[in-house]
């Protein structure tokens, strides 16, 4: 009963370089979306995709790119890491909104520290 | 554009005490509300959401939530707070046109035997 699977859980980067987080998802989910956790700033959407083959920017996407690899996963990438990417990475999934009023599933995060 | 709010950083109750973590919404059209709680070191967890026409909602754990369409309110309640109940708590709303949630800045919950 996996759920959202990310990985790595854990990872130290030194400022310049660069990093993919991956996401998988079981549940047939058709939406993907990363978001960081600040401390006091709630979730902040990076990028998120619709469906198998969209991507969109959310909130903050500066910095970031993604790739929707398959219905499955979705890997965010950091090109040239910034102390300012410091945070808690959360990917979830989600039944479209046609689906009726579907909740989204978290994965358990990667902390990013980037020195 | 869609928005929530959770007015309070940090609420703290007595064990065996009520509970409520306070949520207000901005949308247009429908709300699709949620509730979500996080543990420490851990990933957000779905515990209940609106459900249209029901002023209120139960979910997991004992939780139940306080739908005001008036006040724009989607508060979290429980009759008797645990200690286990400590932990971190989000509201959501879900915009329904482009698949996007919204998430308040959370409301840290201490409950104390």
């Known amino acids: 009963n996996a759920g959202v699977t990310q990985t790595p859980k854990f990872q130290v980067l030194k400022t310049g370089q660069s990093m993919t987080l991956q996401c998988a998802q079981d549940?047939?989910?058709?939406?993907m979306y990363w978001y960081r956790q600040d401390p006091g700033m709630g979730l902040r959407l990076i990028y998120y995709s619709a469906s198998e083959g969209t991507t969109d920017k959310g909130e903050v996407p500066n910095g970031y790119n993604v790739s929707r690899l398959n219905k499955r996963e979705f890997s965010l990438r950091l090109e040239s890491a910034a102390p300012s990417q410091t945070s808690v990475y959360f990917c979830?999934?989600?039944?479209?909104?046609?689906?009726?009023?579907?909740?989204?599933?978290f994965g358990d995060g990667t902390r990013l520290s980037i020195l | 554009a869609q928005s929530v709010a959770q007015p309070e950083d940090q609420v703290n109750v007595a064990e065996g005490n009520p509970l409520t973590v306070k949520c207000t919404y901005s949308?247009?059209?429908?709300?699709?509300l949620f509730w979500y709680v996080q543990y420490p070191n851990r990933g957000l967890q779905f515990l209940l959401k609106y459900i249209t026409g029901d002023n209120l909602v139960k979910g997991s754990y004992g939780f139940e939530a306080e739908f005001n369409k008036s006040q724009t309110s989607f508060h979290l309640k429980k009759p008797s707070a645990l200690v286990s109940d400590s932990a971190l708590y989000f509201c959501a709303v879900r915009d329904g046109n482009f698949n996007k949630f919204y998430f308040g800045s959370g409301t840290k919950l201490n409950v104390k035997p």
């Open positions: 949308v247009s059209g429908n709300p699709y």
């Open positions: 549940m047939n989910h058709n939406s």
């Open positions: 979830a999934s989600s039944f479209p909104q046609g689906i009726g009023n579907q909740p989204q599933h």
